[in-house]
């Protein structure tokens, strides 16, 4: 049977979501799935990482994303050293900024968690002893700062947990594994639809940047996604679209073009679709309180 980690079980009845857990070693830990997501870091020994039928090896340096659906388990310990970054992505309010534009970003949370068994777990994060070093020392910090739980500790440790992920999605940028720089090319074909979401989408362009054939990489994008890329780039201008609603006090139709549309009705009906309101209800909703 396999076991459910429950949040309420692993972070602090504040609700702040990231947590550290520490395990030196990790003890053989039967196949769970959990309500929360996981940045595991490999900090020494070995091991084998189990999901379902499939298994890996695990080695100091490698660093990777398990998202709360996806079964797993460790086996086969041999005074495997790691540390589970815990976070709980819908709760944690992140300003991504550009982040998006960095391909090793997607790369690592977006794409190689759906393409492990494909890739035979090859296509991982590997850092060097100097960038593991890196980024214990963040670890380090982000921990202090949830032990410790001062004013303001909220804001640093997300903070804290951002520069990780900022140095990680390079880290992975700089790999030289060719399934890794296989999933990077398709990880820059959803950069440059997050850092040109108003321009209209040029599919054979993206395959071409994803060197692949414009049927493949559709193919390749879905399995990734769960979306088309159209769909994607969609959700990204609904997205940016509610942010300018919240934010700004441009009219919906010149909302609705910023972010590409180039009928305001059909800019509607999308929203509508994906988020469940009009945009002008979603305004008046969270309109900021005088």
């Not at 890739?119 to 991982?124: A, D, E, G, I, V």
């Amino acid at each position: 049977m396999i076991r459910l980690l429950k949040s309420a079980d692993w972070f602090r009845p504040d609700g702040f979501p990231i947590a550290v857990e520490r395990r030196d070693p990790q003890e053989p830990f039967g196949i769970h799935t959990h309500e929360f997501s996981e940045l595991v870091i490999i900090t020494s020994g070995r091991g084998w990482h189990v999901t379902g039928d499939e298994s890996w090896p695990l080695a100091a340096g490698d660093v990777f994303v398990i998202s709360g659906h996806r079964p797993h388990s460790y086996q086969s310990l041999a005074d495997l050293h790691l540390i589970n970054i815990l976070f709980q992505p819908r709760q944690l309010k992140m300003e991504m900024v550009d982040l998006g534009a960095l391909p090793g970003f997607h790369a690592l949370f977006t794409l190689e968690p759906a393409w492990r068994q494909r890739h035979q777990f090859n296509s991982r994060l590997h850092l060097t002893p100097q960038e593991l070093a890196m980024v214990l020392g963040l670890v380090d910090q982000l921990d202090k700062e949830l032990q410790g739980r001062a004013p303001g500790f909220g804001f640093l440790a997300t903070a804290l947990f951002m520069q990780m992920i900022g140095y990680l999605a390079r880290c992975y940028g700089r790999s030289r594994h060719p399934d890794s720089r296989a999933l990077l090319r398709l990880a820059q074909t959803i950069s440059h639809l997050e850092t040109h979401l108003a321009e209209p989408i040029n599919l054979d362009e993206m395959a071409n940047r994803a060197e692949m054939s414009k049927r493949s990489f559709i193919r390749a994008f879905r399995a990734a996604t769960d979306r088309t890329p159209v769909a994607y780039l969609i959700q990204l201008r609904i997205n940016r679209a509610a942010s300018l609603l919240r934010h700004s006090t441009d009219s919906v139709t010149e909302i609705a073009f910023k972010v590409g549309f180039e009928d305001s009705n059909y800019f509607t009906r999308q929203f509508r679709k994906i988020l469940g309101v009009s945009p002008r209800r979603y305004r008046r909703e969270h309109a900021p309180e005088e």
